[in-house]
């Protein structure tokens, strides 16, 4: 709990309150039911572990396997995560593998257990853009292989909509949009356009790059009404003084937290 905590609300996974559950049911869930790929695979494994021993443990989490049928999940959860020698990946170190596979190996730890959810915190963060399209590849093949959801975090729009179905957008903590990735285009909040327009877009060159102009607010320093206020375009003075900026439904699949969506935008479309 340190640094933040729940104000309110719920957050269901197969009829469980995930806020409310308590340690005996998060031991049923975590690294079972879902599992969880780390921001950078750099930092990801254990250093001091062969990749072999890191497998076990997300394999085995009760202890009770025996080892030739740890051995076999192991090498086949490598060879699904498409590394090559298997065998000779199983005893190695995390340091004697490039970012691409150690963010294999990750992936392949988050689904040792077949879980019906995996959380992908920024999972191409520090590589290179061919093996970033080589890692969300792979997360899209297991997403259709497994029937498995993918919550997908990252500052990237652009990688969002090119994978997700819905998109769901924050600043400065707080909820700000919830669009279908079909409708990113037609978003109803000033931050979403911008920081869709600040893409690089190699097909459709656009001149000079859009940016977003000034910093978010510190940390638990939020300003009064909007917190995108400073940085927005559009800005008037009933964003900074409207105490409390509702996310509201705006259409059956839109959520937004603009008052002034309808004067900027023309409503719900």
């Not at 599992?35 to 202890?63: D, F, H, K, T």
């Not at 498409?82 to 593998?97: M, T």
């Not at 730890?109 to 995996?118: G, S």
Request: with cysteine; glycine share 6%.
């Amino acid at each position: 709990r340190r640094g933040a905590y729940i104000e309110s609300g719920s957050i269901d996974f197969e009829g469980i309150d995930l806020v409310k559950a308590k340690k005996k049911d998060w031991r049923n869930i975590r690294g079972h039911k879902i599992g969880y790929i780390p921001q950078s695979a750099l930092a990801g494994p254990n250093p001091v572990m062969r990749i072999g021993a890191q497998l076990a443990e997300a394999i085995n989490q009760s202890g009770k396997k025996p080892s030739d049928e740890v051995r076999r999940r192991a090498l086949e959860l490598l060879e699904l995560v498409q590394i090559r020698r298997p065998e000779v990946v199983l005893k190695q170190y995390p340091y004697e593998l490039s970012g691409g596979m150690k963010q294999r190996v990750m992936i392949a730890c988050a689904i040792a257990q077949n879980p019906k959810l995996i959380v992908a915190d920024e999972p191409t963060t520090g590589l290179d853009v061919t093996v970033q399209a080589e890692i969300m590849e792979l997360l899209r093949s297991i997403r259709k292989e497994f029937d498995t959801s993918i919550i997908l975090v990252s500052h990237d729009l652009q990688l969002i909509n090119s994978v997700c179905d819905d998109i769901v957008v924050m600043h400065a903590g707080a909820t700000i949009e919830k669009v279908p990735s079909s409708k990113v285009t037609a978003a109803l909040h000033p931050y979403t356009h911008a920081l869709y327009d600040s893409r690089i877009d190699l097909v459709e060159p656009r001149g000079k790059l859009r940016t977003i102009k000034g910093q978010p607010p510190s940390v638990g320093k939020w300003p009064t009404g909007c917190r995108f206020a400073d940085r927005c375009d559009f800005v008037k003075d009933v964003c900074r003084t409207t105490d409390s900026i509702p996310f509201a439904q705006v259409n059956e699949n839109q959520w937004s937290a603009c008052i002034r969506h309808k004067e900027i935008y023309g409503g719900a479309n």
